[in-house]
């Protein structure tokens, strides 16, 4: 029995990416911090949690549409920042930000992003988000900031789960780095994964395409750990479009980001890449709904594997969620038609959880659809 080549779920997209990268990228992209058991309750908890079903309700007629920052994205997720993502395979940035632009979605433009962030925003047809590390003194930061200004960016999201970079073993066993760089032992890698490499070469080596030349360089190991609550008043005086806080997993944290004007909180453990012993971010974005009330802003991302997962996001407390990891794993197999083929898995697994529950819209999902002997509390 032959095993199929077609993407029908998130662990397809990821099986048959195994195969065709090369052992360095897939690592980059799969791999979490230590032990990788932060990673992997991430995805326990969110498999453990059981919804409510619910029948005699008339689902016919479903919308996936949800209001995100005043305007209705037609799917209920969006896209997450993602680095380096033409190591996934050529033109990845390009295939997420036509997307966004079909889907009217929010798109994550990475700080180190394969392609200047002007032109992914004009792909994305203004359906994109520039997210923005801090870095070194703050002063490239500033940079970064005042180009995305210019380029037409409404939104910022500021990531400050990264005070210094996670250790990641099988990062650091592959040798990866970046910029990108080609010694022996990725020279043999790449070798046996002849698909991948022609393909990669033909189109030129993957780079930090908001960087160098006449903007400033990027060490991806230089410290953000100089970053305080004094930066962030700074940062929310001079960008007055949307301002969002990525990375929270603190109850306090959340509450005092509400005060100061923030327009929005994503909770997120960096999809377990940071913090190996960080509690599951599925349970804080519980706990960080109830204490900042109905309302406010809540997005969401970590362990999101599939339509049920995001059902239960919103279940759980989010305004809007976002998926990494799976994307680049189905163009990695497919380009662009993967890409499609997954987002239509998901859209479809999203609506067929909805008709379960007997609900028609994302916005009537509330937490008695979670079963609260199965919502596993306090673990």
Known sequence: ?????????????????????????????????????????????????????????????????????????????????????????????????????????????????????????????????????????????????????????????????????????????????????????QFVDFALHPTWSLSTLLKGRPELANFGGEHATFDRTESRARADWGYLAKLRDQWKGNLVVKGVLNVEDAVQLKKIGINAVQVSSHGGRQLDSAPPAILALRKIREAVGEGFPLFYDSGLRSGEDVVKAYAMGADFVFFGRPLLFAMATRREKGLNQLWDVLSQETSLTLAQLGLTTMPSLEPNQLPREHCLADT
Request: a positive charge; one cysteine or more; glycine letters at 8%.
């Open 1 to 185: 029995m032959f095993a199929s080549n077609e993407i029908h779920s998130s662990s397809d997209a990821r099986r048959l990416a195994r195969k065709r990268l090369p052992w360095m990228v897939f690592d980059y992209i799969d791999g979490a911090a230590g032990e990788e058991y932060g990673e992997a309750l991430n995805r326990q908890v969110l498999r453990d949690l059981r919804l409510q079903p619910r029948i005699l309700n008339n689902v016919e007629k479903r919308d996936l549409s949800v209001p995100v920052f005043g305007h209705d994205a037609k799917r209920p997720f969006g896209i997450s920042p993602m680095g380096m993502c033409n190591l996934s395979t050529p033109g990845a940035d390009l295939m997420l930000a036509r997307l966004a632009a079909t889907h009217h979605v929010p798109f994550g433009v990475s700080t180190v992003a394969s392609t200047p962030m002007e032109q992914m925003i004009e792909v994305a047809e203004g359906h994109a988000w520039f997210q923005l590390y801090f870095s070194g003194d703050g002063s490239g930061t500033q940079t970064l900031v005042d180009r995305a200004r210019a380029a037409g960016f409404k939104t910022l999201v500021l990531t400050l789960d990264v005070p210094e970079v996670g250790r990641r073993p099988r990062e650091l066993r592959r040798g990866f780095k970046m910029p990108f760089r080609l010694g022996p032992q």
